[in-house]
């Protein structure tokens, strides 16, 4: 089964993509908003993007790193790359802007949920620093609440915890 994201609302569908040939339109119409679009079947259509799929956690090591979101039951495994800067991290949502959105189904975490700042110190070296937005469940890194105010300096492999969701910085080689 394939899922397929409604352009509107935002909800997946499934269908079964075995039944069709490459290059093929398929309709839906969405069943929570009524939405009615199309897509092609491709090469790239068919790929599936499910738990047995292969990721590469250090493709992202030569630019500023990444973070890894662990599946669970309100999303699957993710690798989201970082920028230089602030990197506002959340739940992927209609009308909101993030620069890291999570693709998940999990509203203990918020919109805006924290922010992870990567900035070069005067030895060129990069220093990722974790704050909360602030939240409404909190920002955990490695099993401590973050405060308001708190500023936590991150190394490779660090465990951030938002809402149900957690997630794993994987550090730029420097």
């Not at 397929?4 to 499934?14: A, G, V």
């Not at 009615?36 to 790929?47: A, C, N, V």
Request: aromatic share 8%.
């Amino acid at each position: 089964m394939k899922k397929i994201l409604c352009p509107k609302c935002e909800n997946y569908l499934t269908f079964d993509e075995t039944k069709y040939t490459e290059g093929q339109s398929l309709v839906f119409v969405c069943e929570h908003c009524g939405k009615q679009f199309s897509i092609r079947i491709g090469k790239t259509k068919l790929k599936s993007q499910n738990k047995n799929e292969v990721f590469d956690e250090q493709e992202n090591k030569e630019k500023f790193g990444s973070i890894v979101v662990l599946e669970n039951v309100f999303g699957y495994k993710q690798i989201l790359p970082l920028n230089l800067g602030d990197n506002v991290i959340g739940r992927r949502c209609v009308g909101t802007v993030i620069n890291t959105p999570i693709e998940s189904g999990d509203m203990s975490m918020d919109r805006q949920h924290c922010v992870i700042n990567i900035r070069k110190n005067k030895a060129g070296k990069l220093i990722y620093t974790l704050r909360d937005f602030p939240s409404v469940t909190g920002t955990f890194h490695m099993n401590e609440c973050l405060g308001d105010k708190d500023r936590v300096t991150l190394v490779d492999g660090a465990i951030v915890a938002i809402g149900a969701t957690t997630f794993i910085l994987r550090c730029a080689e420097n």
